[in-house]
Every structure is written in C-alpha cells, then in structure tokens.
C-alpha cells in the first residue's frame, strides 16, 4: 500500500463549511411549494381500547385539509415490518400498524393524524379530537410482564413473551462444577432514550403523471427505507426515492422503520400535495425506539487464583409494545455473542427472554447489545477480583486472549480478528499514573476521601457483517456495502457510497481513502451518499460499519480503477504491463520514470476512446462499481480507566479522569477518531451517572421532556484524554476496524467500577446504574458515612 | 381478579375551537436586513425565522428552552427563539447563523469550530456558535470552566464537548491576538 500524507491526516472535515454558515440541509429545511403539515395524535394511556374517535370537529378547523384515524388507514397501509427473525427462538411478532387500530399499547402509540395548511393549525385540530378510549391494565416492566397474572398485550403472545432465544459454548455444567468461587448478579442496565438532537422527520411528494414519490426522511439507511416503505405505502421500489439529506445525529434511532414516515408518504400520495412532519421533542421520545433495558441475572465460575471458567446469562429484554425493526436481535445476537470480552472463558450460555410492555418500542442505540454485554463482562471480572482481594487489572491480565492466539474463536462462536488487549491496558494505566492512584486512594482514603478507579478493557464487534453470518442470524438483508468510483474525463472523482455517514465525516475519510488510493488530490474527490435515486443500493450506517465496509467497497472499486488504468497506461507508453510502475497518481515506466501517464490523462484517453486512445476492444471510462461482502466482522478493543471521587455527604460523583486507550486498527484521521471516542465516552458515562428512561407503573413517561431526562451538559463533564495502538484488521482491505460506538460500549463500566470501587471498603460490591448522587447516598447513609 | 373497566368520559370532550387569530405587524433586523411582516401572535420567533424568512441555518431541537439549537442574539443578548414570540422581537436586531460571517470570511468561532473539529452531526452548531460568539464578547479570555459554564444551556450529543470547548478557547485567543493588532 502507498505511504501517503493524506491517509492518516488529521484532515479538516469538508462537511463543516456548510454547517458552521447555516447552510446545512437537514430535513426540517426542505419547504415544498403547496406543502402541508401533518401531527399524530398519540394515547395519552399506556393501554387501552380504542372505543371510538370523532375527527368531525377536527376536519371543521379552517386550514384542516384532512384526518384519519387508523380504522381509515387499516387497509391502506400495510404493517410495520420486523427485519430481525432470530431463528430458534419461537419469536412471535404481533402485528404493528403505522396507526393504531382499535388498541394502543403505549403512551405516544398514534391513533389519528392531522393534515393543515399549518403546523400550528393541525395542532388546532389535534385537540378537536374526540377519542373515547376503554383503559386496561398496564405493564412496563418486563419481569412483571412474564408473570401469570400480568396484563397481556397480545391474544397470541402468552405471558407477553415475543422470544425466548439461548446459546452456548463449552461445557457449562462442568465449569460451575469445578469453580472454586461462583459470583452471581443481578445486573439493570438502564433504559436510555437516544436523544439525537434533530428528531425524527419526513417531507414527501407524489408527482401524480409519473407515479414517483419522494421520501426526505431522517434516516440512516436510505435504501433499507426505501425497500420498507414500498412494502408499506405499496409504491413500487423503482418509483419510490429515499433521500437522506443531512441527519442531525441518529445514535441508531434513524435505523429503523417507524409507522410516521409511512403515514407521511401515503398522505402526500393520497392528497396530491407535499407533506411534511416533524416529531416535536415530546413526541420523540415518547415514541421514537428507546434503548438498552436489560435485567441480566449472573453468574461467573472461576478458580481462586482468578481464572474464569464459565459465565452463565439469564436476562429478560424489555422490547416495549411492538418489536421495532431490528429488536429481536440486539438483545441477543449482538449481546450473547459478545459475553466472552477480551477473556479465555472455556464456557459460557445465555438465554434471553424477550418481553413486550406498554413501553415504547426498544431497538439499537449506539453500541445495541454490546455495551450490555461489555457490562456483564466487565462488572463480573471487577466482582471477582474484590472478591478474591486481587487487582482488578491483574485478573484481567490474567485471562486476556494473548497476541499470538488471533484468530481467535470464543466459545459463542465468534472468531475474533486481531488484538492486543494487554497492549492497550498497559498503556492505559502508564497514562493514567495506576500505581500512583491506589497507593494515592489508600492515602486519602484513612482521611476519608471516596475515590475509585475504574478499569473497563472492551472488545467490540464491528464492520457488520459477513452476509451469510448476519442472515443465518435471521437479519433481513445482508450486510455489504456498496461503492461506485467514478474517475471523470478531467480526473476529478466522484464517490457514490451505500454508507450514509450523518456526524461520523466520511465525506472526509472517504476522500482520504480515494487520494491514496488513486493518488489524486484530496480536493478532487467528492463524497455523495444519502440519495437512492444517485447511489447503488447501500445497506447504511450503523454498528461502526460505515468506514470497514463501505471504506473497504470504496477502496476496492479504487483498486479495479487503478487495474484497468495501467492497461491504458501501458498501452499509451507503449510498454508491457508489467513494467508499469504506480506511485502518487503516476504511471510510469520502471526504467524510464520520465514516461508517465497521470490518472487525469489516461481518465481522459479513456472517454475519448480512439485510436492510441484505449486499447482496442476495451470498454470505455474509468469507473468502477464494488460490493463488498467483508468476510469477517472487524473486533476493535482497548481500555478505559476512570478515576472518580464520591462526595461522603451528598453522595455526588466527581470524575476527576477520564483516560481511554482505543484501537480501531488504522485510522484514516485521528482528529475523527478523537471526536467519536470523546463524545461516545459522555454517552456512556451519561448512562453511568445520569441518563434513565422512566415510566411510572401506569405506563406515563416521566422523562419526556429535556428537563427530565438528563443529558450531559459541557458544565456536567470532564476532559477525556484519548490515546491508542494500533493493530489492523488482517481482513479488510484497509485494515481499519471501526470506532463510532466504542465510547458506548467502554465507558459505562469504567465510571460504574470506579463508583463502587471509591465504596468497596464499605462492603459495596454492585450499583445498578445510573448512579445517581441520590442513590449512592442512600448507600452512603446505609454505611454510616453519609447523615 | 376481574378489574373494572375504566372508560374514559373526560377525554373525548373537545377544547373550545381555537380563536380566530389576529395578525399583528412586525419590524424585524435580521442579520442587518430589515423585515416587516404580519405573524400570528403566538408564532414563535424561531418558526419566524426559519419559515417566514427562511433562514433554516437555527435550528429546533425541543421547543421548550433545554437544547439551545435555535440560540440566536437578540439586541446584543444571547437567546433561545423557541422561547421568545415573534411578536416579541418586534424593533429588535437578531444575528443568526447566517449572519457570522462578514464578507465571504469566516467569524474566528466559526473557523476554530473547523479546525478543531468542534461539530460532528451539525445540527446543535448554530445554536452552539452563537452561544460562543456571544460568550466572547461577554468575557473575551475564558477560562475552560468559564466556557463549560457559558455553553451549558446548549446540548450536544455528538461530540461530548470536548472539541467544542478547544475550539472556543482558540477562538478566544484568535479574537484577542485581532484586537492587539487593532491597537
């Protein structure tokens, strides 16, 4: 591979121009001549049925252009699909229509929609609707929900129960049998709301004569959208265009499939004008997917000497009230798998219930699986170690998968790529001074100063996936990626990527990817992604695929370029293919390097395709399309090190450090990577210290507003010190690995373990997350520490 | 145990049809251009802004003060327009994004925002450089506390601040070494 500046750069992003001058086009911004407005009406009951609606008074509100309840829509629209059929797992899926027919199951669930000249107005209307609903009984906790005597959503779900998946590797039973010490625990990992700052939304229209309707949408992947919605609307998939324009953040929330942009593309078909809607933030979160909420019974068997030989997993996954399109799945395959971490555990099961509640459907947010299993991993190793007296970061060294055992497959099954997990530690704790720290800890500990340590080593899977791995999992599409790389006549690049990167700058790293590759320059490439009337059908961006695969079609389809251009090359300089050389965008002749061909001169030779032009026979352009099937997931890792102080009174957490040590094999530009780890490390620590997605027992959720459900603010967060090693994937064609949920899915852990290690010697072994200054001072009071 | 069914009597009952709004007339500068217009009384100045005059670089993140997407100066002062009526602004002057840059060139927070990769998504940005615009002129040497404290009424959810916070520090430094020169 050439050695260039630019691969490797910390490159200024060329998103930001547009972005810091307001010229950024996100799906708000589209105005549409004629376009109207919709807004749903949603349950204000968690359960209930749905006796009757009148929308009469509605429809009278000047400037209403029409209202439908879902009744209208029952035969109109088809349901929402799930794309995620876990095998061997009686997965049951209950019908999810874009409006609720005759019951809602959720507060936020939509029962009628609203169409006006203006968003106020349909708001208007919105209250002239009269729903008389009958309110049953509530669910919203999934181990309430299995019980007998619980209320059930569903005639054909019995005991609420979607699923019921397991696996296993190695012999269990055995290593239980023979464990010296059995630690066992109920881990909450806490239900999270993703909270991108642009909510979710859609602009459509119809042009009536030629039958094509164009969907805006909010969107990850545009063209599963699109393969969707056509199922949905029943608007063939060559006439239906899914644009994503610029996405304000998704954090996996923009994946999926909801009933609003369907109800929003059949209402600007039905009507003959554009239509547009924008979720308000209430409505995002009441209704859009929320996150994690996982309650994980257990237990891990190991020797006194701190060898783990077996860990076992029984968790009951709250789904909410439908299953969201990728649910199934992320609970498990992408949990279970994952349970081995960076360790040698000879023997590992789980099974997982997965369970329906009148919540709000539960799907990927950022890291979806992992980081609840990192979690189990990582708290496990931590109890262990207290428990045996022994260094937490001992114990990890002492099961760590060495260097030399990659490949390396783990009991689930997977088959872990490359790694160097002690690397990383080390490094880790060099940065963050670790025996300074506990010699310091035990200091100011006999003054009666809390601090705690936390060490979290992680492993991720990314870059997903191989396609016949992610479909025998039961995933509804397989997981490539699509590049087209057009070398125009003047040698100016056009990239067409499936990928549709929404903060992560891939239109940056992508560009950095095609100037080394072709030797062009950095400002001769453009990226175009998000429009599927421009790009080959792409699979999107999400579970840090984005720069493996699609980076990896993109270098390819760059390879096949560079093929074909040395056959012109040769053909222009008169000498034999082999004895062309290629350096900086240069052809030349080995033994006369001053007869040279640049990409520019043989792209135009190739348009213009005549005699001495292009070899004869050969088909004209300089393009290539590539399908990158990867085949092997990518498994970057690291170490994480927090150390935090706990006030003895309040009970309030001070992280004073925060050092993260990641290795996502090559990076195509540091500045980036710096800037997903920092802000995935907030997300992460938001769900170890504040983040909580709260129902009340009737299903109301109490933190949908801003001022309840609490992200961090720049005052509520320190500074992250980022580090890292590097060790390339030896499977994908430019070695990288991935880092857009590696914060996620390492940072919970770290600031939770430094918690209770800052308590351990009051007897604290577990905190279920978030740790709330309240909570750890009940702690604190129990102990006697706090009044 | 059988339970009782609950319907629900209080709901179906409609509110009162909405009054049939007046349209007041206001004068409006923004970004140094004068606007008159006639809005519903209860339009939000941020849906003045982005609807009526079409500058959609502010943005609406919630609508009920928390995020600080559509911060925007309104006569010097640094304000939320999701929380401000249109009617409201009636004879102000308001700077938007849009209104940063002077003559092609990039505002000093706008190029440190680049540099120093101070934006993932975007979508906070404005807000976010507006705050920071209107923090410097506050207090033109901050401190990092001083910027974490100064940019707390704005989220971001991307980039975990860190970048933000560099870049309006270098900011700072780049505005107070252009006074020196002024001098």
């Given at each position: 591979m050439a050695v260039s500046a630019i691969f490797g750069a910390r490159v200024k992003r060329r998103e930001d121009p547009r972005m810091i001058t307001g010229q950024g086009r996100y799906t708000d911004d589209i105005k549409l001549s004629g376009m109207v407005y919709a807004m749903f009406l949603r349950s204000p009951y968690a359960h209930a049925k749905i006796v009757s609606i009148n929308v009469e008074k509605a429809r009278k509100v000047p400037g209403v252009i029409?209202?439908?309840?879902?009744?209208?829509?029952?035969?109109?629209?088809?349901?929402?699909?799930?794309?995620?059929?876990?095998?061997?797992?009686?997965?049951?899926?209950?019908?999810?229509?874009?409006?609720?027919?005759?019951?809602?199951?959720?507060?936020?669930?939509?029962?009628?929609?609203?169409?006006?000249?203006?968003?106020?107005?349909?708001?208007?209307?919105?209250?002239?609707?009269?729903?008389?609903?009958?309110?049953?009984?509530?669910?919203?906790?999934?181990?309430?929900?299995?019980?007998?005597?619980?209320?059930?959503?569903?005639?054909?779900?019995?005991?609420?129960?979607?699923?019921?998946?397991?696996?296993?590797?190695?012999?269990?039973?055995?290593?239980?049998?023979?464990?010296?010490?059995?630690?066992?625990?109920?881990?909450?990992?806490?239900?999270?709301?993703?909270?991108?700052?642009?909510?979710?939304?859609?602009?459509?229209?119809?042009?009536?004569?030629?039958?094509?309707?164009?969907?805006?949408?909010?969107?990850?992947?545009?063209?599963?959208?699109?393969?969707?919605?056509a199922g949905i609307v029943g608007v063939p998939e060559h006439k239906l265009r899914v644009v994503a324009p610029d996405v304000g953040?998704?954090?996996?929330?923009?994946?999926?499939?909801?009933?609003?942009?369907?109800?929003?593309?059949?209402?600007?078909?039905?009507?003959?004008?554009?239509?547009?809607?924008?979720?308000?933030?209430?409505?995002?979160?009441?209704?859009?997917?929320?996150?994690?909420?996982?309650?994980?019974?257990?237990?891990?068997?190991?020797?006194?000497?701190?060898?783990?030989?077996?860990?076992?997993?029984?968790?009951?996954?709250?789904?909410?009230?439908?299953?969201?399109?990728?649910?199934?799945?992320?609970?498990?395959?992408?949990?279970?798998?994952?349970?081995?971490?960076?360790?040698?555990?000879?023997?590992?099961?789980?099974?997982?219930?997965?369970?329906?509640?009148?919540?709000?459907?539960?799907?990927?947010?950022?890291?979806?699986?992992?980081?609840?299993?990192?979690?189990?991993?990582?708290?496990m190793v931590d109890i262990l170690a207290h428990e045996l007296g022994m260094d937490p970061a001992e114990v990890r060294r002492k099961n760590f998968i060495p260097p030399d055992a990659f490949p390396y497959t783990v009991a689930t099954g997977l088959q872990y790529d490359s790694g160097n997990y002690e690397a990383a530690l080390n490094k880790a704790l060099e940065l963050v001074g670790y025996q300074q720290l506990r010699e310091e800890q035990k200091r100011l500990r006999e003054q009666g100063r809390l601090i705690g340590i936390g060490i979290s080593s992680y492993v991720e899977i990314c870059g997903l996936g191989p396609s016949r791995v992610v479909r025998a999992t039961g995933f509804g599409l397989g997981l490539w990626e699509s590049a087209v790389v057009r070398v125009h006549p003047t040698g100016k690049v056009t990239v067409y990527t499936g990928g549709h990167p929404h903060g992560?700058?891939?239109?940056?790293?992508?560009?950095?990817?095609?100037?080394?590759?072709?030797?062009?320059?950095?400002?001769?490439?453009?990226?175009?992604?998000?429009?599927?009337?421009?790009?080959?059908?792409?699979?999107?961006?999400?579970?840090?695929?984005?720069?493996?695969?699609?980076?990896?079609?993109?270098?390819i389809a760059c390879r096949r370029i560079k093929e074909k251009a040395k056959k012109i090359a040769a053909y222009l300089l008169e000498a034999s293919e082999e004895d062309i050389e290629f350096e900086r965008g240069k052809f030349y002749v080995k033994d006369a390097p001053e007869r040279a061909k640049t990409i520019a001169e043989i792209a135009l030779s190739s348009y213009l395709a005549g005699e001495g032009e292009l070899p004869a026979g050969m088909e004209p352009g300089l393009e290539s399309t590539a399908f990158?099937?990867?085949?092997?997931?990518?498994?970057?890792?690291?170490?994480?090190?927090?150390?935090?102080?706990?006030?003895?009174?309040?009970?309030?957490?001070?992280?004073?450090?925060?050092?993260?040590?990641?290795?996502?094999?090559?990076?195509?530009?540091?500045?980036?990577v710096e800037g997903q780890v920092q802000g995935g490390v907030v997300q992460g620590m938001a769900q170890a210290l504040w983040?909580?997605?709260?129902?009340?027992?009737?299903?109301?959720?109490?933190?949908?507003?801003?001022?309840?459900?609490?992200?961090?603010?720049?005052?509520?967060?320190?500074?992250?010190?980022?580090?890292?090693?590097?060790?390339?994937?030896?499977?994908?064609?430019?070695?990288?690995k991935g880092v857009g949920e590696t914060g996620t899915i390492a940072a919970t852990q770290a600031v939770v373990n430094a918690v209770v290690d800052a308590l351990a010697h009051l007897g604290v072994r577990h905190i279920d997350p978030p740790l709330k200054a309240e909570t750890v001072w009940r702690i604190l009071k129990e102990k006697g520490i706090a009044k | 145990m059988p339970r009782k069914k609950r319907v629900d009597r209080r709901k179906p009952r409609a509110k009162a049809a909405p009054p049939t709004a007046q349209l007041a007339k206001i004068n409006v500068k923004v970004n140094g251009v004068q606007y008159s217009a006639e809005v519903e009384p209860r339009m939000l100045l941020v849906h003045f802004i982005r609807d009526v005059l079409g500058l959609t670089g502010t943005?609406?993140?919630?609508?009920?003060?928390?995020?600080?997407?559509?911060?925007?100066?309104?006569?010097?002062?640094?304000?939320?327009?999701?929380?401000?009526?249109?009617?409201?602004?009636?004879?102000?002057?308001?700077?938007?994004?849009?209104?940063?840059?002077?003559?092609?060139?990039?505002?000093?927070?706008?190029?440190?925002?680049?540099?120093?990769?101070?934006?993932?998504?975007?979508?906070?940005?404005?807000?976010?450089?507006?705050?920071?615009y209107w923090l410097l002129t506050q207090n033109p040497s901050p401190t990092e506390e001083d910027v974490r404290r100064g940019l707390s009424g704005n989220l971001c959810r991307c980039t975990g601040y860190q970048k933000i916070v560099e870049a309006v520090l270098a900011a700072a430094e780049q505005m107070r070494g252009q006074q020196q020169e002024v001098r």
């Open positions: 029409a209202v439908y309840t879902g009744k209208d829509l029952e035969n109109k629209l088809g349901p929402v699909p799930c794309a995620w059929a876990i095998p061997n797992a009686d997965l049951k899926v209950p019908k999810y229509m874009p409006l609720a027919v005759d019951r809602v199951r959720y507060v936020g669930d939509p029962v009628a929609v609203v169409v006006a000249e203006s968003p106020y107005v349909a708001r208007d209307a919105l209250e002239q609707i009269e729903v008389e609903y009958e309110r049953l009984p509530a669910v919203v906790n999934q181990e309430e929900a299995v019980k007998p005597e619980a209320p059930q959503l569903y005639d054909d779900v019995p005991n609420n129960i979607a699923f019921h998946w397991s696996i296993s590797g190695g012999d269990v039973e055995k290593a239980f049998a023979e464990a010296e010490v059995v630690i066992k625990q109920r881990i909450i990992n806490n239900r999270l709301q993703p909270t991108a700052i642009e909510t979710r939304g859609a602009v459509a229209q119809y042009n009536q004569a030629t039958g094509e309707l164009t969907v805006w949408m909010t969107s990850q992947n545009p063209h599963i959208h699109r393969l969707l919605l953040g998704g954090f996996g929330s923009k994946i999926h499939c909801y009933g609003g942009e369907a109800v929003v593309a059949f209402l600007a078909k039905e009507l003959g004008r554009p239509v547009k809607w924008m979720e308000d933030r209430r409505e995002n979160y009441l209704a859009t997917i929320h996150g994690r909420d996982h309650i994980q019974y257990v237990e891990l068997a190991a020797k006194r000497d701190g060898t783990i030989l077996g860990l076992r997993v029984k968790a009951y996954a709250n789904l909410g009230a439908y299953l969201s399109t990728a649910s199934p799945g992320i609970p498990t395959i992408l949990l279970g798998t994952m349970l081995s971490g960076c360790y040698k555990i000879p023997a590992i099961s789980c099974e997982v219930y997965g369970v329906l509640t009148n919540t709000a459907p539960v799907d990927a947010y950022r890291g979806a699986g992992r980081p609840e299993a990192s979690f189990i991993v990582e708290r992560q700058g891939e239109e940056t790293t992508f560009a950095q990817i095609v100037a080394e590759e072709l030797g062009v320059p950095f400002e001769d490439v453009e990226v175009v992604h998000g429009d599927t009337a421009m790009i080959p059908f792409g699979t999107g961006t999400y579970g840090s695929r984005t720069t493996p695969v699609a980076g990896g079609a993109i270098a990158y099937d990867p085949e092997n997931f990518t498994f970057p890792f690291g170490t994480h090190v927090c150390v935090v102080e706990v006030d003895p009174e309040t009970g309030e957490v001070h992280v004073k450090r925060y050092v993260a040590v990641d290795d996502c094999g090559r990076q195509i530009n540091p500045m980036i983040e909580e997605a709260v129902y009340d027992k009737d299903g109301n959720l109490l933190t949908a507003t801003l001022s309840d459900y609490a992200v961090p603010t720049s005052a509520d967060v320190p500074r992250i010190e980022t580090s890292s090693t590097e060790t390339p994937s030896p499977h994908n064609p430019l070695g990288v | 943005h609406v993140g919630c609508d009920t003060g928390n995020c600080g997407a559509c911060t925007v100066i309104m006569d010097g002062k640094s304000v939320k327009s999701c929380n401000i009526f249109a009617v409201q602004a009636d004879g102000a002057e308001i700077l938007t994004v849009e209104g940063l840059a002077r003559d092609g060139e990039l505002h000093p927070v706008q190029q440190a925002f680049w540099e120093h990769h101070g934006l993932q998504c975007g979508f906070c940005t404005p807000g976010m450089l507006m705050q920071a």
